[in-house]
């Protein structure tokens, strides 16, 4: 009996006769928790490769002149994104793929440009070496994408389990997810995306701006191709010297470069740097519209300012956003002048920043006029900066406006008023005031040859600003106008012009102003101060 018993208790207790093992029994608990176990392997692998790609998704690299920055990013549907700042971005779809490629062109490189323009058969080889450096970049940004995102996953994994088999499997995973993923990418890529692209930001606007992008690229590769030597051609100006108006100036004469409307064209900075060098410059004066759209990544453009090490006076055009007078003020040797004055070098300056923005201004036919409200807003600047010169404690020497129709009612207040907008030059004498002074209105070209708008015609617009002379007494005594041609006419020209007698300026048309309270009409000889810029 007792056998028995023993017998069915062992059996009863889930022993077998023979070896007194337990049988191997399917348990509830243990399935859910392998299951568990491998959710949760599948959640930390997906963080750390999340993780990992962005943190080290991302590599600098050289394209061009252009430093530019690479990141990878997890995405459903793929594509490649190219931000150009200022301009707004390209939107590519590129390839298929749960990854997704952003590339962020910087500031040109300067050595690297000036290489470039150096050596105009650079330009074709850096064309030709720009696939191969994008497709370099991309190459390490994929192999540096795997690796930060297996040890991220490692490092989450051990943290998470603290079991070495566990983080392993982690990490296999890891390797295997982004390994398929960029391996998807590569396999689905579409070369002929680039030739479809969607626009965002301000490119979205580009072909009414520009025009044909393929003829302007095409006109200003031949422009860039000259720039090095009509910019050096700016060195040599002064051999001509004796063929020029003779000018005296004595050990205490200030120079003042006068640039205006410089519309984000990167090379006049070069001609800037240049002609302040040559020149011997005291003072560098801006009559506005640095910008084009006035957005906050074109403020990155006045960057070039500090490096002229040199004081710069500023006021806004019709062109510029507060934004961008702000990342002028931010450079070391800037003033920002708004209905104010400053002393610079001795010449006592006061200015007003245009009372418009209207970055996408539609173009106005040449002798259309001013309309009513432009005219109270433009006229009305002038006076608000009048009243300003006559309150200042200080003798004003020059005033600044950025459209030359603000001008009038300054006539009497200063000798000489300075302007920009309408990208040609102009000098004028404004009607002179019973027992007021005489004042004379100098026009300043475009500086930046108008920008990309520039290149629109068969010829660049040429650069243009000039150097002013003031004597001790800070009248002005001479003036030469530079003006560096477009394509086709590889040349620098200047121009001197002496002022025979301070009292009376250079013998030069007597310039009718509007007035408030209706349109200007057209002025006679084409005076800008009737006619509103057709570029703005």
């Excluded at 044909?212 to 090095?228: G, H, M, S």
């Excluded at 453009?301 to 934004?323: Q, T």
């Excluded at 009038?408 to 207040?413: A, E, I, R, V, Y």
Aim: proline share 8%; with cysteine.
């Amino acid at each position: 009996m007792d056998g028995q018993e023993n017998e069915q208790h062992s059996a009863g207790d889930g022993t077998t006769p023979e070896d007194g093992r337990a049988p191997r029994r399917w348990r509830p608990g243990r399935g859910l928790r392998r299951l568990g176990v491998v959710l949760a392997l599948l959640v930390v692998t997906f963080a750390g490769v999340v993780a990992g790609t962005y943190a080290g998704g991302h590599v600098g690299t050289d394209i061009g002149p252009f430093r530019a920055q690479l990141n990878l990013s997890p995405s459903l549907s793929g594509g490649t994104t190219v931000d150009i700042p200022p301009l707004g971005a390209l939107l590519l779809d590129s390839h298929d793929g749960p990854a997704y490629l952003t590339v962020e062109l910087g500031a040109l490189d300067q050595r690297r440009t000036e290489a470039l323009i150096d050596d105009p058969a650079s330009i074709s080889r850096a064309s030709q070496s720009a696939v191969e450096d994008v497709r370099a970049g991309v190459m390490r940004l994929g192999l540096k994408t795997l690796a930060s995102a297996v040890l991220a996953t490692l490092l989450l994994a051990g943290l998470v389990f603290r079991d070495a088999r566990r983080t392993a499997w982690a990490g296999g995973l890891a390797l295997v997810v982004t390994a398929s993923s960029l391996g998807l990418a590569a396999a689905t890529i579409r070369p002929q995306a680039i030739e479809e692209p969607r626009y965002e930001g301000l490119l979205v606007n580009a072909p009414a701006i520009v025009g044909d992008a393929r003829r302007i690229a095409n006109d200003y590769t031949k422009y860039a191709e000259q720039l090095q030597r009509l910019v050096g051609n700016v060195s040599k100006l002064y051999t001509t010297v004796s063929a020029l108006p003779v000018v005296q100036p004595s050990p205490g004469t200030t120079r003042v470069l006068h640039v205006s409307d410089m519309h984000l064209n990167p090379t006049g900075w070069q001609l800037i740097r240049t002609v302040v060098e040559q020149f011997n410059i005291d003072v560098v004066i801006d009559t506005g519209d640095i910008t084009d759209w006035g957005s906050e990544p074109e403020a990155s453009f006045v960057g070039s300012i500090g490096l002229l090490k040199k004081p710069y006076v500023y006021i806004r055009g019709n062109h510029d956003s507060g934004k961008t007078a702000a990342a002028v003020a931010a450079q070391p040797n800037a003033v920002v002048l708004d209905n104010s004055t400053t002393t610079v070098a001795g010449l006592t300056i006061a200015g007003i920043g245009d009372p418009r923005f209207t970055p996408d201004k539609e173009t106005s036919p040449a002798g259309s006029g001013l309309t009513k409200v432009v005219a109270d807003q433009v006229i009305g600047a002038g006076e608000q900066l009048a009243a300003t010169v006559k309150a200042s404690p200080k003798p004003v020497n020059i005033a600044l406006v950025h459209d030359p129709a603000s001008a009038g009612p300054l006539s009497g207040t200063c000798p000489l008023v300075l302007a920009g907008h309408i990208h040609h030059r102009e000098v004028y004498k404004l009607p002179q005031l019973p027992g007021k002074q005489p004042t004379q209105l100098l026009v300043e070209g475009s500086t930046g040859g108008a920008g990309l708008r520039g290149l629109e015609g068969e010829k660049p617009t040429p650069l243009e600003m000039s150097v002013l002379y003031f004597d001790q007494q800070k009248m002005l005594q001479a003036y030469d106008d530079i003006t560096v041609g477009g394509t086709g006419q590889s040349q620098v020209n200047l121009e001197r012009h002496v002022i025979q007698d301070p009292t009376k300026g250079d013998q030069v048309p007597v310039t009718p102003t509007p007035t408030r309270g209706g349109p200007s009409s057209p002025a006679p000889n084409g005076s800008p101060t009737a006619t509103p810029s057709p570029t703005g």
